[in-house]
């Protein structure tokens, strides 16, 4: 009997079902929404702000769609993602500063709130229809339990990710062991 041998390529995955990316896509719609109405078109940190909630979406499906070959280009990707949305929950903790509006804080009934919201919901749709009535803080606030959020999912993919690589080997590991 022949041994059993171990897939060469890692099943990819599909993007659109990761938690991180679908929050990260409510988080590039709410903020597309928040710049166009809030913001003045002229404003750099428009197009900073749109672009981070950007890259942070498509460095997640960027990364899902490489892991079948390299899960270290998906590792890197989903670090870059990471980055970019602390980027952008900066942008949004500087704006709620320079212009004298309050953030909520860890013992607040909003902040509570948000995070149960958060957990239970990810879809664009949902959160979109709650910032359409809300004032400029209030969604500068959601947005920030939002990107807390995703930045704790990606923590978690990042470290699953390190693990499966340590457990299955990288691509070169694979095909070696398959000769």
């Known amino acids: 009997m022949l041994p059993e041998k171990k897939p060469i390529y890692r099943k990819a995955g599909n993007f659109r079902k990761l938690l991180s990316y679908q929050?990260?896509?409510a988080i590039y719609d709410i903020t597309v929404f928040f710049c166009r109405k809030f913001l003045s078109?002229?404003?750099?940190?428009?197009d900073q702000m749109i672009q981070a909630a950007r890259s942070g979406k498509q460095n997640i499906a960027e990364g899902a769609a490489t892991s079948s070959t390299n899960a270290e280009t998906e590792i890197r990707l989903v670090n870059v993602a990471k980055a970019s949305?602390?980027?952008?929950r900066t942008d949004y903790e500087d704006y709620l500063r320079v212009n004298g509006l309050p953030q909520w804080t860890e013992d607040s009934?909003?902040?509570?709130?948000?995070r149960t919201l958060?957990?239970?919901h990810n879809d664009s749709a949902f959160f979109?229809?709650?910032?359409?009535?809300?004032?400029p803080a209030t969604i500068a606030n959601m947005a920030i339990v939002l990107l807390r959020q995703a930045d704790y999912l990606l923590f978690r993919q990042l470290k699953s990710l390190g693990e499966q690589i340590v457990v299955g080997g990288d691509l070169h590991e694979r095909l070696a062991a398959a000769r």
Do not use: F, H, W, Y
């Not at 949305?85 to 952008?88: A, F, G, P, W, Y």
């Not at 009934?109 to 948000?114: D, I, S, V």
């Open 23 to 25: 929050k990260a896509e």
């Open 41 to 46: 078109s002229r404003d750099r940190t428009v």
């Open 85 to 88: 949305l602390i980027e952008l």
């Open 109 to 114: 009934k909003e902040l509570a709130a948000m």
């Open 118 to 120: 958060g957990k239970e």
């Open 128 to 135: 979109m229809s709650l910032v359409q009535t809300r004032p």
